[in-house]
């Protein structure tokens, strides 16, 4: 089970940091993502990290704002938003790899198969 929090309102330009809380698995075992979605939209992929942390992966538009890290210890993944905008408005939703042990990062959708509920982000400008 993944549970996302950490959502909310914030105005353009504020920062928010998203966690989302694994069970169920070993966490550090399975590389993570975090996915968002906007209305009418079909969901995207935002950043993924690796099983150890080391390793980031960005979608562009969020690169040099957002920052995934986690914490293997508490089985937690996070989300840092900086200068955030409008555009990021959307339900952000954590996900595990479907492969444990994988030794590459993915922005495929299919490549995840355990999913958070997602956390509503809004961003006003």
């Known amino acids: 089970q993944l549970q996302a929090s950490g959502g909310g309102l914030v105005q353009a330009g504020g920062s928010l940091r998203l966690s989302c809380a694994a069970s169920?698995?070993?966490?550090?075992?399975?590389?993570m993502g975090w996915f968002r979605q906007a209305p009418g939209k079909e969901r995207k992929f935002v950043a993924a990290?690796?099983?150890?942390?080391?390793?980031?992966y960005y979608t562009d538009s969020v690169k040099g704002r957002f920052t995934i890290s986690r914490d293997n210890a508490k089985n937690t993944v996070y989300l840092q938003m900086n200068s955030l905008k409008p555009e990021d408005t959307a339900a952000y939703y954590c996900?595990?790899?479907?492969?444990?042990?994988?030794?590459?990062?993915?922005?495929?959708?299919?490549?995840?198969?355990?999913w958070g509920q997602g956390t509503q982000v809004t961003v006003s400008s």
């Open positions: 990290v690796s099983r150890s942390g080391g390793s980031t």
């Open positions: 169920g698995r070993t966490f550090s075992n399975y590389a």
């Open positions: 996900a595990a790899d479907r492969r444990p042990f994988g030794t590459t990062l993915s922005s495929t959708r299919d490549r995840y198969d355990y």
